[in-house]
């Protein structure tokens, strides 16, 4: 089983990661991991913090002579902002910093400030936002590093690329090279495979700056190459279709998740959603003439593409503030801003493919087992030929 865990706030000194559950032997490319840290980060509509931070991970346990030794594996990345930040949020308490405390009494609508305020009796919000944070997604974009390589063994490749900003929509399906060539080109202000729909989606995000406002969006994640049999039908908690949705939908800001053309198939009719079976006797393969169900049937990988969608709703923070009430005081006053973004349909897309690799590697890990790379290999080819033999 792949577990990961994070740690670490918004400002604080770093973002921590730790997973455990990898084979041993698994060739690791730290440039690799900086690359998809990277990659988190761009995007038209991001902040001026994205200017402070250069997201890179180090490794200090777990790794060996460039592999996995079986051990957990353990993660940091700093926070180069934290210079800033160290006397509002030390460690240790002392009476000589209380004049920097950055204390946040009035709650953002949207966010977690308030509830968690509640849940957690503080008076004050910032202990709740600076974990709450999209910030934390870069931990989960660098052990997903991991779990991207694992995968890449066995030939299961994932990719994203934005479909809507605002109310701008990418209106046909995207093919899996242009979506590849759109993930490659780091200048692509939204990762959109549209370039003449991606103008009109910069423009979606100019005006809602220039009107002090934020735009949401939806974010496509395929995983190309995944084998028939993943995940189970036999429990609820054993759907991988379930699995996929609960860990994309903990992504935060995303407030919806589809799978496949779950929406569309909502307003159709039986015989216009399904994917007909034929069988391939050249290739011996059965075949599918569609893929509405998204690469999943009954919670079990079907041998199709996994496509997930995550639906992200505009960030909370605004820079025209919106209506709150003084959480000492009870007094209304005008919600506090906190340095933002105001489009991160690009990066949630990052965080999507983050998520969608750590499932469907802890997936893979479940079906072929293996204490070492090698053993699982064993297991994954004697299975191949089983699927062969079918």
């Known amino acids: 089983m792949l577990r990961f865990y994070t740690a670490g706030e918004s400002h604080g000194q770093a973002l921590l990661a ?32 994205q200017k402070i931070e250069k997201d890179r991970a ?14 957990p594996v353990a993660l940091r990345i700093e926070n180069r902002d934290w210079a800033n930040w160290e006397k509002a949020l030390p460690v240790e308490d002392s009476p000589d910093l209380a004049d920097h405390n950055k204390k946040l009494v009035a709650p953002r609508p949207g966010h977690a400030d308030l509830a968690g305020s509640q849940k957690f009796n503080f008076h004050d919000a910032r202990y709740i936002l600076e974990r709450a944070s999209a910030r934390e997604t870069a931990a989960r ?15 299961t490749e994932i990719a994203s690329h934005t479909v809507q900003v ?50 949401g969006g939806i974010f496509e994640v395929i995983a190309r190459n995944v084998p028939v049999g993943l995940g189970s039908h036999a429990q609820w908690d054993e759907k991988l279709d379930g699995r996929l949705a609960q860990a994309v939908m903990s992504i935060q800001a995303v407030k919806g998740v589809e799978i496949g053309a779950g929406v569309t198939a909502a307003g159709s009719y039986g015989s216009e959603v399904q994917d007909e079976i034929s069988y391939d006797k050249s290739a011996r393969r059965f075949r599918r003439s569609s893929n509405r169900a998204g690469g999943l049937e009954g919670g079990i990988t079907n041998g199709e593409d996994v496509i997930v969608r995550g639906y992200l709703k505009p960030i909370s923070t605004l820079r025209r503030a919106l209506g709150t009430a003084d959480m000492v005081t009870k007094e209304p006053v005008q919600a506090a801003y906190e340095r933002s973004d105001w489009c991160v349909v690009p990066a949630a ?33 004697a299975y191949a030929r089983q699927i062969d033999e079918f």
Request: charged fraction near 25%; proline fraction near 2%.
């Open 349 to 381: 897309g990052v965080a999507g493919e983050a998520m969608v690799a750590l499932v469907l590697a802890d997936a893979f890990l479940q079906k072929f087992g293996g204490d070492s790379l090698a053993e699982m290999r064993r297991n994954f080819d």
């Open 166 to 215: 605002g109310h701008v929509k990418l209106d046909r399906e995207a093919g899996w090279e242009e979506i590849l060539r759109v993930n490659a080109d780091l200048d692509s202000p939204l990762r959109c495979v549209d370039s003449a729909v991606q103008d009109k989606m910069k423009a979606e995000v100019d005006a809602a700056l220039k009107a002090g406002d934020t735009v």
């Open 18 to 49: 730790f997973i455990s559950g990898l084979p041993a032997s698994l060739p690791i490319d730290l440039d690799f991991i900086n690359h998809e840290l990277h990659r988190r980060q761009l995007g038209y509509g991001r902040g001026g913090r």
């Open 141 to 155: 974009v660098a052990a997903a590093g991991f779990a991207k390589l694992l995968l890449r063994q066995f030939g």
């Open 58 to 71: 180090d490794i200090f346990a777990g790794v060996r002579h460039g592999k996995t030794i079986g051990a």
